[in-house]
């Protein structure tokens, strides 16, 4: 793929708007909580709205489907992802927030502008189009702390032409407070539902994201990268080694204190730590945590916790999700 072209293009067109924005002036945004900058990666288990869409299969995500996704019920989840966007800002939001398994901008608008969430002020973009399902990501941030310079996203080319196209990554360029570009790429990477078969897609979708952080790299004078997503892989998973050969860090999540939690998705009676965040570049006291609170979680039938879910198969259940969040802190230096 001509990544190094598409990029210098995008970089192009982005320039032109710099000085209208006051870029090499040295004009701050507002600080938010200090000098602390936060980040929330999230997959929100099948984050439908109600109406059908005759380019996607999302029938089962009706009110007449195979899961009765309801007005009431869809109000319901939208209600449970505001209360933990909420609970994991405490005084002051998150600066960034990343979404997996997001349909599209109604899910989104319900989300951020008809819940307690829309006093907050979020702006946000979706990617749209590869996923037979509809599925996609998003990005949604806070203009004060994050000052969007421009944003892409990029599709995985299949190895397979028989293979169902995977769900494109989603690029957010944004200035922060101490006047230094943040590039955040959100991910999600193709599930091993289908075994071995995957792997070629798995594999030439963790190759679009180290072409992105390459091009990344060679722009910018100073890069200061995040990628974060569900990546349906541990971080010793050898298909993540490309990420780590291009620089790229892993941040271990810390777990709670006193909780039952051991990672951000629980199968099999086991929990992993699937969702990642990686870095590249400086970030000054850069700490990553696993988010939970009880009202996420619930008993199983063997006495463990786990994540309480929306959905078991086509069943609503009503809870929250079936992963639980990261929320990544680092300082600027102001």
Known sequence: MPFRHLFLTFFSILSLSLSAQGWMSGRKVGDGAGNAFRLMSYNVENFFDVYADSLHLDADFLPDGACKWSPQRFASKCGHLARVILDAGGLTPIDVIGLCEVEGDSALNAL?????LARLGYRYVVTSGDDVRGMNVAIAWQPSTFSLIGHTSFSVPLPDASQRPTRRALLCSGRLADGDTLDVIMLHFPSRRNGKSADPLRRSAVETVRH???????????????????????PDDRQMRPLHAQGLRYVPAAT???SPVAGTYFFRSRWSCIDQVLTFGRFRGLQCQIFCRDYMLESNGNGLQQPYRTFLGTFYHGGYSDHLPLVTRFYLDL
Do not use: E, H, K
Not at 112 to 116: N, P, Q, V
């Open 112 to 116: 951020f502008y008809r819940t307690r």
């Open 212 to 234: 992105v952080c390459d091009s990344l790299q060679q722009c910018r004078l100073r890069p200061r990268i995040v990628v974060m997503g569900d990546c349906n892989a541990t």
């Open 256 to 258: 709670p204190a006193g």
